[in-house]
């Protein structure tokens, strides 16, 4: 599956911050909720991708919200482990307070998080961290084109794949209706982290906590960090394989990339009815 690199479950509500509270820190009366751990449940909501939208740093600003506890790692339940079931996939969640609520799970109900980003900048971000792995990999140029001097854009690339966010989104509303989704901008994630974070919880029905006053812009890493980060309250940046120096790739090829996306993006900005600016 191109689509999803990322599936980080998010479980939680109100009353979902059992887990990490410690025998110390609870105030008098507790002991039942310190005897009953909590239950796990299956995600709520999921952050389906895009891969290299910024889905590390989404989940790492939201799981700072009191009422959200989330996987630390991937899972990749629904394309890599799906054989595994379902119980399974609930193992892997951290345990919240109000998961005895739930009595039954569709998966259909759930709300999906789309993390997405300029299809060019994406495909050199992707090209990147596989260059970072695989140094003798051809250049970006070269694996763009099927046939160069014809300008034959070679679609079965998975870099350039991915980037057809149109098409993906036509597979998805054939099993969730749009309304379950929110398409979140890569872009608008680094600008103005709070500004994008109160849209994101918002949808999720949480409490607008995270705000401008959780974030500062590091220079260094050219990125917004966390002050606090959850759990430790140090200040706190995204790891060195988020935010890496991305090629120079021919301007030429860069323009082709752009005529050849604008008509799938355009598209994308009509089904789910906004625009991504990615078109200038
Ligand atoms: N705050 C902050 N800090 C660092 N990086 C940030 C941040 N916000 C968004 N980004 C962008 O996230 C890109 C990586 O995206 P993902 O986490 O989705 O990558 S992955 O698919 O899980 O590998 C990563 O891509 P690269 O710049 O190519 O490394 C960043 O552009």
């Known amino acids: 599956e191109t689509w999803e690199e990322e599936t980080p479950g998010l479980a939680g509500g109100p009353g979902g911050s059992g887990a990490e509270s410690s025998v110390a820190e609870a105030p008098p009366g507790t002991l039942d909720l310190l005897l009953d751990e909590g239950s796990k449940q299956l995600p709520q909501a999921i ?73 060019v900048t ?66 608008r994630l680094i600008r103005d982290p709070a500004g994008e974070l109160g849209r994101v919880q918002d949808f999720l029905g949480l409490k607008r906590i995270i705000t401008d006053k959780h974030f500062y812009f590091n220079k260094t890493k050219g990125f917004p960090c966390l002050k606090k980060a959850e759990g430790s309250g140090k200040p706190h940046c995204l790891g060195k394989t988020k935010g890496r120096t991305h090629p120079d790739i021919d301007g030429e090829v860069l323009r082709r990339l752009r005529d050849f996306y604008r008509p799938f993006n355009r598209k994308f900005y009509q089904m789910t009815g906004h625009d991504f600016g990615w078109d200038g």
């Open 122 to 187: 994406r495909a050199i971000s992707d090209y990147t961290q596989t260059l970072s792995k695989r140094p003798d990999i051809p250049s970006f140029e070269s694996l763009t084109f099927r046939n160069r001097s014809a300008g034959v854009i070679d679609t079965s690339w998975s870099a350039l794949q991915i980037g057809l966010y149109a098409r993906h989104l036509e597979h998805w509303l054939r099993h969730f209706p749009l309304r379950q989704m929110l398409f979140v901008s890569g872009e």
């Open 47 to 119: 952050i389906i991708g895009v891969k290299k939208g910024g889905t590390r740093a989404l989940l790492e600003f939201l799981r700072v919200h009191p009422d959200v506890r989330a996987v630390g790692a991937e899972p990749h339940f629904f394309d890599r482990s799906y054989d595994k079931g379902l119980a399974w996939y609930r193992d892997l969640m951290p345990r919240t307070l109000d998961g005895h609520r739930i009595t039954s799970y569709n998966v259909c109900y759930t709300k999906l998080l789309f993390l997405l980003g300029d299809p």
